[in-house]
């Protein structure tokens, strides 16, 4: 299926391109309780600069940042050690919620770094403004266009191919501004074989095909409003997953938005955000390409959010800065699986029945001057909700489980206090407790014969779990001087209710080959406690180095450990950026995991470490610039896989990386 529309008219107008601006824009993450900092590596500069770099590769170099991977393609994002309907996910600002079942699609892979500006992270209860939170929150920061004091006219095309998958990556950017409006259009596409691992090894159903593109238009209404208007597309097929047993036929997404702003700094709200937003997602699972199965099945899911945002900022009052957020929206989802048996009739079913779910949110924040040495932030939130499941054939289904709560209205609340000062010399610290708290998705409640390849079950919802809620604690010290910024974290999280599943004795598995079945319910008490570091020396002469690691564990009260827990990781690089020539040498390390929930089907796994190398040259030509660039990933051709990769698959193996780009 290639129904790509828009995508198609904006990526023949553009012919492809790339987005240079996004060099000098720094990620943002937080790695406290609290407050959302900007933390600008060196070596993420370095990455969004070559252009054959996914979001992907972005987030796996940010603390607190983890990915949960079943295919090269659709890595699911957590927050030390949580993820899910644990931490909220949102596109500047915007709800969106993935249509598949099995979370092949987060809303990450919507988004490329091309239209990406920056990534905001927000560790514990306080999800920076997008609401209640167990584990934080994501927010992927769409790139903003902007004015000039003329005419201005520029724009970015490129084309980079890759040796392990023998992929080719191509798109660009268009940007046209004046000094009352501005637009950028950006559009990419990617396609990627079955990619080799260490030993050469192709890993079938590896591969996938996908094409991106955006619009972004903001014009001055006066000389404190502005309009801005936000399209984005983004078509994915043939799209494989080897630690499933489907694939994804196609994933598709289409985000829509109007927002205001003003800036009314003589008033007693400083800054105004109104934005009205709507987008639909849809994914359709199936294994046509597979071989090894004795039933093919199809899985269609559908996603449908719109919803409506107020954001207001007063200015410094008696040394408050208070920030208050409105928020509704709704969402729709369904999701079936059609089962077609050779000279058998098909059986269909609802793995998700038709659910709806409205969602009214308050957050209220202030960030309170006590002196020139002391801050402290003071965040909550609190969520009302209507959950509702109307198919008559989903109540029959879930019936047979004793369920029958399908209308339900819950509430969730957050809060969370900080208190951060400034020590003696170039040293600061921070001290933040809070209590978080999330609603359970509508998997955990409405989900029905949902097959698990890592633990081997089909799962079924359980309309009477308990909300999760924790209390967390963080502590930070972090010094800074010309030379040297070392930052060290310690955080602990004390969750209740924590959902999982328990096998249900004598249930009949639907999936051929499933273990047996089980049902989401409330295990009692969980603790996740963890260190994060990160430092960053420049010695001076264009060196910059850059280690960041990160290590946490996970234990239920009861006994056992918490599954999806990443061990020790470490990331180190060596830069060299004289000017037009940068250079950059990187391992990626991580300890071997003996701390595994067998019962989910995890093991044992190695330690690894790999090495990658990336340079780039840029020289101008007639007015434009053009930059080479090239790379090598996993250097000596290392056979490993991740903890958190499912079904233990071999990772890429060396990949060469070349490509060019021209600015004009």
């Known amino acids: 299926m290639k129904k790509i529309g828009l995508a198609i008219l904006i990526f023949s107008t553009m012919r492809g391109s790339s987005q240079d601006t996004l060099t000098s824009i720094g990620l943002l993450h937080d790695v406290t309780v609290t407050a959302i900092k900007e933390h600008v590596s060196p070596s993420m500069r370095f990455l ?140 990419v596409y990617r396609k990627q074989q079955d990619y080799k691992d260490g030993n050469g090894i192709v890993v079938a159903h590896s591969g996938y095909e996908k094409l991106n593109a955006s619009l972004s238009y903001k014009r001055k209404l006066s000389d404190h409003s502005t309009l801005k208007l936000d399209a984005l597309v983004d078509d994915g097929w043939n799209i494989g997953y080897p630690a499933l047993p489907m694939d994804a036929g196609y994933a598709a997404a289409r985000i829509l938005s109007a927002t205001y702003l003003r800036n009314m700094s003589k008033s007693w709200i400083s800054n105004l955000q109104v934005k009205g937003y709507y987008n639909n997602v849809r994914h359709y699972m199936d294994d046509s390409h597979r071989t090894d199965i004795d039933m093919h099945m199809d899985m269609p899911g559908r996603s449908e959010v719109e919803g409506a945002i107020i954001q207001a900022t007063t200015p410094k009052l008696a040394n408050h800065l208070i920030t208050a957020k409105a928020e509704w929206y709704r969402n729709a989802a369904v999701a079936s699986m059609t089962m077609h048996e050779d000279h058998e009739r098909s059986m269909y079913m609802l793995t998700l029945p038709n659910t709806e779910r409205n969602v009214t949110s308050l957050t209220v924040k202030d960030q309170w001057s006590v002196d020139s040495l002391n801050k402290i932030f ?50 600061q610290s921070r001290v933040g407790i809070g209590r978080g708290e999330r609603l359970p998705v509508n998997n955990e409640l409405f989900g029905y014969y949902l097959f698990n390849r890592q633990d081997g079950f089909d799962y079924v919802g359980n309309t009477s779990l308990k909300n999760e809620w924790s209390i967390n604690s963080e502590a930070s010290l972090k010094y800074t001087s010309t030379m040297v ?19 249900i004795e004598g249930a009949v598995p639907m999936t051929k080959g499933a273990s047996g079945v089980k049902q989401y319910n409330n295990n009692g008490v969980a603790n996740l406690y963890g260190v994060e570091a990160t430092a960053i020396f420049s010695p001076g002469c264009h060196l910059r180095i850059v280690h960041t690691s990160k290590w946490m564990q996970g234990q239920y009260q009861n006994g056992g450990y918490m599954p999806m827990i990443s061990p020790y990781r470490a990331v180190t690089s060596v830069g060299y950026y004289p000017g037009k020539f940068a250079f950059s040498v990187e391992n ?40 080479l660039f090239g790379g090598v990933d996993n250097m000596f051709n290392k056979v490993y896989h991740d903890h958190l990769d499912w079904g233990n698959i071999n990772r890429p193996g060396r990949n060469v990386v070349m490509g060019v780009q021209a600015r004009f």
Request: net charge neutral; with cysteine; aromatic share 12%.
């Open 378 to 427: 003071i965040s909550s939130s609190v969520d009302a909700a209507w959950i509702n499941m109307n198919a008559d054939l989903g109540k029959a289904e879930l019936g047979v489980f004793g369920q029958s709560d399908f209308n339900q209205s819950r509430s969730a609340w957050s809060v969370n206090a900080t208190w951060q000062r400034k020590i003696a010399g170039n040293w």
């Open 588 to 627: 990626e390390a991580a300890a071997a995991q003996y701390r595994y929930d067998k019962s989910y089907g995890e093991d044992l796994t190695n330690g690894y470490a790999v090495f990658n190398v990336k340079c780039d040259y840029s020289f101008p030509v007639k007015g434009s610039t053009i930059k």
């Open 48 to 187: 969004k600069k070559q252009f054959f770099s996914t979001t992907e590769d972005m987030l796996c170099r940010m603390q607190s940042v983890y990915l949960v991977r079943r295919g090269a393609y659709g890595q699911e994002p957590a927050i030390r050690g949580l993820n899910g309907g644990q931490i909220n996910m949102t596109i500047d600002g915007m709800r969106v919620f993935g249509a598949c079942t099995d979370k092949m699609d987060p809303a990450t892979i919507y988004i490329e770094p091309i239209n990406l500006k920056n990534i905001q992270v927000s560790t514990s209860a306080d999800g920076g403004v997008s609401g209640s939170s167990l584990g934080g929150s994501m927010n992927m920061q769409l790139y903003d266009p902007i004015f000039a004091t003329g005419k201005k006219l520029d724009g970015n095309l490129y084309v980079s191919g890759q040796s392990v998958a023998n992929g080719i990556n191509t798109g660009g950017d268009f940007s046209y501004a004046t000094a009352n409006e501005a637009m950028r259009i950006s559009s």
């Open 485 to 503: 910024e070392c930052d060290l974290s310690i955080f602990y999280n004390n969750i209740h209710n924590y959902i999982i599943g328990y096998i």
